[in-house]
């Protein structure tokens, strides 16, 4: 039943809105003279008044002069008040001599502003309005009708001067339009939960004020007896008042609000009345009212077509356009619109229609040709990205260049591949007669050249040149004659630029491979920067000390932890590659073997002695898969792990080994520390294998308050805590203490030449 008696609401309004323009075209269609007479003493039809917007104005028809014919009929046998208004023949007696007078066609011009552009704005208002209405919200419907009557109004302000009931349907629609606009900007803010209480005293003030000003201009049309000029301004100011108000508030709340997440739809929201009412209200309304020249309302009711597009979108859509680019963009178009559109308008306001006031002329120009600027070069710009493959075939090559360019950077691994990089670029695209690195320190203020593309070996710098050099702080292009120079990094207390020279067919660098040089300098700067951050690390990584503390635990961490996924991976690799292969060999000798019993004696035995060797090389490659990826520390834990780790060290070493394990909980809850614990017992038992030369090593581990503890003594030869580190001596040792501390954990080393070593450690759970 809603949605019925919604359809038949619909239906309802679309249909009297279509009437109302269908009658207020006619109206407009019909010719209208503008005249406004009265009877002398002899009862001759006397020119009264001649409205500007008739078409007698045209003519040389003046006050005074009397009217004799109306379309061809003499004034007794007509009805006057109805035909002399539509009238497009009249006979007219001027000083004794009668003259004859048609209406003439139509201009085009006036029906492109009386009948067209609102016309346009109708429609597109109605479109727009069936889509609205399909959303049920009370914003939609004050948008609804702000648009509809708006459009109502636009139109019949064309027809007011010439029909009684188009000048009712101004009054009302102007009115109750600007009652909608301000109830949809509440409406809105409630709706999007900006405001929380109705403006109930504003609205019921809004409310009682429109009554009155329309029932002063319907008893002005009745009755005649207040001054048009009153009732007119009196609108006009309720009007500008309701605008400035809205547009007030949305300040306001976009104040209150701007650092929240509804930030571009305010903008929008304030964007879009701003556009379409600040140009009619400060360039029509208020100088109108106040008696000074202004832009005609039909100029600067164009504006208004910001409404039914961007306050639509606003509602139909989800998604914003980024108000702060097309902002950006419309502030730089304006600046540099405004200087090329004062002097065209100047010229056309000084070369056409002289008929009107100068100031009015230039105003009209001004805003057309402005609005037209800004409009084209928005278009241009959008026309630009579309066709730039077609349109710019240099710069599309020149864009594909530092596509591909940046492709080859990522295989760029040392600072001396990036510069013949660079070098072999520069030449492809530009084509120039030298290339030259320039370093200047900024210690000694020395520079040092080195010519790395070009006909000469030698360059030298001008003191221009190294001024230019000197001065630049930004990094910025840097132009001398018909060269370029650019900053490439900073290297210590060295700035390297790379200077190109003159391009070989003599031409200049064009904007484009300006653009070009800086954008892939810019990108050479940041490959550099990772190059030789990536080269510190691996420097800092490869000096490690015992003595020294680590940088990073998250380095730390992450390091070992992609050290395990490695070992993992290759675990895997032997044990699904080299593993199997091994072992299907090794079937094959076996069943050679035993099927070829007449093989010589010597023979199988060297056979069975190459089935051994296997076997053992099965077992190796078992054991590494182990060691590097110890299963049994997901299945038995880490205590039966260490236990079976030992056994099998003790097996293959020369020292003997005890180890104690006491009131340690075999669960942890991240395995990495489980993993972690499991290799430094592992690194301290290799170490003590390959470089102690110990005799007796012990090994206990034991818990207490969350905390893991280590004791690890061999007797062995130690070594100088404060040698540098070698692979002989103590690198795996550093590593511990790196995996240690990644851990969080502290170690401590107690050892000195010949004295043996002690390493106790502590880890946290």
Request: glycine residues 4%.
């Amino acid at each position: 039943m809603v949605i019925k008696n919604r359809k038949v609401m619909a239906i309802f309004i679309f249909t009297v809105y279509i009437a109302l323009h269908i009658y207020l075209i006619t109206q407009m269609m019909r010719p209208f003279s503008g005249i406004t007479t009265s009877t002398d003493q002899h009862q001759n039809l006397i020119v009264k008044q001649i409205d500007k917007s008739g078409w007698v104005n045209d003519t040389d028809i003046s006050k005074g002069d009397i009217i004799a014919k109306i379309d061809g009929k003499e004034i007794r046998e007509t009805d006057i008040h109805k035909n002399l208004k539509y009238a497009d023949d009249l006979t007219v007696e001027h000083n004794n001599k009668i003259s004859h007078y048609m209406a003439p066609d139509t201009k085009v011009s006036d029906f492109l502003q009386e009948l067209y552009i609102p016309g346009i704005f109708s429609i597109l208002t109605l479109l727009l309005s069936i889509l609205i209405f399909q959303k049920n919200s009370s914003t939609a419907h004050f948008l609804l009708g702000f648009l509809m009557l708006a459009s109502l109004s636009f139109l019949a302000s064309n027809a007011a001067n010439r029909d009684f009931v188009a000048h009712l349907i101004l009054i009302f629609s102007f009115q109750f339009g600007i009652l909608s606009f301000f109830c949809f900007i509440y409406s809105t803010f409630l709706e999007k939960g900006l405001i929380q209480k109705k403006p109930t005293v504003m609205l019921t003030i809004n409310i009682i004020l429109a009554i009155l000003i329309i029932l002063l201009n319907v008893y002005d049309l009745f009755m005649k007896d207040l001054s048009s000029l009153f009732t007119g301004n009196l609108m006009l100011i309720y009007f500008s008042i309701n605008i400035v108000y809205s547009i007030g508030l949305l300040i306001y709340i976009y104040i209150k609000k701007r650092d929240s997440s509804h930030e571009p739809f305010l903008k929008w929201m304030l964007v879009i009345p701003t556009v379409a009412f600040v140009p009619f209200i400060f360039l029509h309304a208020i100088p109108y009212i106040i008696g000074l020249p202004y832009l005609p309302d039909d100029m600067a009711a164009l504006f208004l077509f910001a409404i039914p597009i961007g306050y639509s979108y606003l509602i139909l859509t989800k998604q914003l356009l980024d108000i702060n680019f097309i902002l950006n963009r419309i502030r730089y178009y304006t600046v540099l619109s405004l200087i090329p559109t004062i002097i065209i308008s100047f010229v056309v306001s000084g070369t056409v229609n002289h008929e009107s006031n100068l100031f009015s002329r230039f105003l009209q120009n001004f805003f057309l040709i402005f609005t037209l600027n800004i409009l084209f070069l928005l278009l241009k710009e959008k026309i630009d990205y579309s066709f730039r493959n077609q349109l710019f075939r240099d710069k599309t090559n020149i864009t594909q260049s530092i596509d591909q360019f940046t492709k080859k950077l990522s295989t760029v691994m040392k600072e001396e591949e990036l510069e013949r990089l660079l070098v072999n670029e520069v030449v492809s695209v530009l084509n120039p007669s030298g290339i030259t690195f320039i370093e200047y320190d900024l210690e000694t203020f020395q520079y040092t050249t080195k010519v790395v593309h070009g006909d000469n070996d030698q360059f030298t710098l001008q003191k221009h040149q190294e001024w230019l050099i000197q001065s630049d702080t930004n990094g910025d292009l840097l132009k001398f004659k018909d060269s370029l120079g650019i900053r490439l990094y900073h290297r210590d207390q060295k700035m390297i630029y790379i200077w190109i020279g003159h391009k070989r067919n003599h031409t200049s660098f064009n904007i484009n491979e300006k653009t070009w040089t800086i954008t892939i300098v810019k990108y050479v700067r940041l490959v550099y920067e990772n190059l030789h951050a990536i080269n510190n690390l691996i420097q800092s990584l490869q000096k490690p000390n015992i003595g020294d503390h680590p940088t990073s635990v998250s380095l730390s961490r992450f390091l070992f932890q992609l050290a395990e996924r490695e070992r993992r991976r290759l675990a895997s690799d032997l044990h699904d590659s080299a593993l199997q292969d091994q072992i299907v060999w090794y079937r094959k000798l076996e069943n050679l073997i035993q099927e070829n019993q007449d093989i010589p004696s010597d023979v199988q035995k060297q056979l069975i002695k190459i089935q051994n060797g296997m076997v053992d090389v099965i077992k190796q490659i078992r054991s590494t898969c182990n060691e590097l990826r110890p299963n049994l520390l997901l299945e038995g834990g880490l205590i039966k792990s260490l236990n079976e780790l030992f056994s099998q060290i003790q097996m293959r070493v020369k020292y003997h080994l005890d180890y104690e394990f006491d009131n340690i909980s075999d669960t942890f809850e991240d395995y990495n520390t489980t993993l972690s614990i499991y290799r430094v017992f592992q690194e301290l038992l290799n170490n003590a294998d390959k470089h102690s030369e110990a005799t007796h090593v012990s090994v206990s581990m034991w818990e207490e308050d969350q905390t893991i503890f280590i004791d690890y003594r061999d007797n062995g030869k130690g070594f100088d805590l404060n040698s540098p580190p070698t692979k002989k001596n103590h690198m795996g040792l550093s590593g511990l203490k790196e995996r240690i501390f990644s851990l969080n954990g502290e170690v401590e080393f107690i050892t000195s030449e010949g004295k043996g070593l002690q390493v106790y450690i502590t880890i946290p759970r």
